[in-house]
């Protein structure tokens, strides 16, 4: 089985405890992953993997981060057009409208969203929110 990059940026950590689960449940279903923050991604590397996991909280207003993400974002776009592409996310108190933009934008660029929903999560993940992100990096592997 090719190889998944999971890509993410994470300010306090919610994120990034989301990148390592998903990415756990990846490995737990076979499959080879590397996990990335977003400062070491860029379009050469999307080649290098069949599936592309990409993490950013909400930030700003219901937006992806605007320093590092959303420019890492936009770079790559032009190469997910064709591409498995799965969308995560840690969100406060919000109804998760950036992740909803996102998978629309995502879409528009051509991805193949493995899950039409990108999974979010509420702060830090616990509980069954870790269960989901286990389950999400399973479904992933075996799209
Ligand atoms: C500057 C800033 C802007 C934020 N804007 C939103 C927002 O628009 N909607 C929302 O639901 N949460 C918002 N949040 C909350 C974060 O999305 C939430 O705390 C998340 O868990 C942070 O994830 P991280 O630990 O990976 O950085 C914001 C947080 C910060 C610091």
């Known amino acids: 089985m090719s190889k998944i990059a999971v890509v993410y940026w994470s300010g306090t950590g919610n ?10 449940g990846i490995k737990e279903a076979g499959a ?4 990335a923050t977003s400062d ?8 290098n993997y069949e599936k592309i996991v990409l993490g ?3 930030m700003g207003d219901e937006e992806l981060e605007d320093s590092e993400f ?3 974002y936009s770079s790559i776009k032009p ?3 064709g591409k498995k592409v799965a969308l995560f ?3 406060g108190w919000g109804e998760c409208d950036w992740m909803r933009d996102w998978e ?15 999974l979010t999560v509420n702060e830090t993940p616990e509980g069954e929110a870790c269960d989901a992100c286990k389950e999400y990096g399973k479904k992933i592997a075996q799209a």
């Not at 080879?32 to 996990?35: D, I, K, P, R, T």
């Not at 070491?40 to 080649?47: A, E, L, P, R, S």
């Not at 629309?104 to 990108?118: F, H, M, N, Q, R």
């Open 15 to 24: 994120t990034e405890a989301m990148a390592n689960l998903i990415a756990d």
């Open 32 to 35: 080879e992953v590397e996990v």
């Open 40 to 47: 070491c991604f860029g379009i050469d590397d999307v080649d």
């Open 56 to 58: 950013c909280p909400s």
């Open 70 to 72: 959303e420019p890492m």
């Open 79 to 81: 190469k997910l057009n």
């Open 89 to 91: 996310g840690s969100y």
């Open 104 to 118: 629309s934008d995502a879409k528009d660029a051509g991805a193949v969203l493995i899950s039409d929903e990108g």
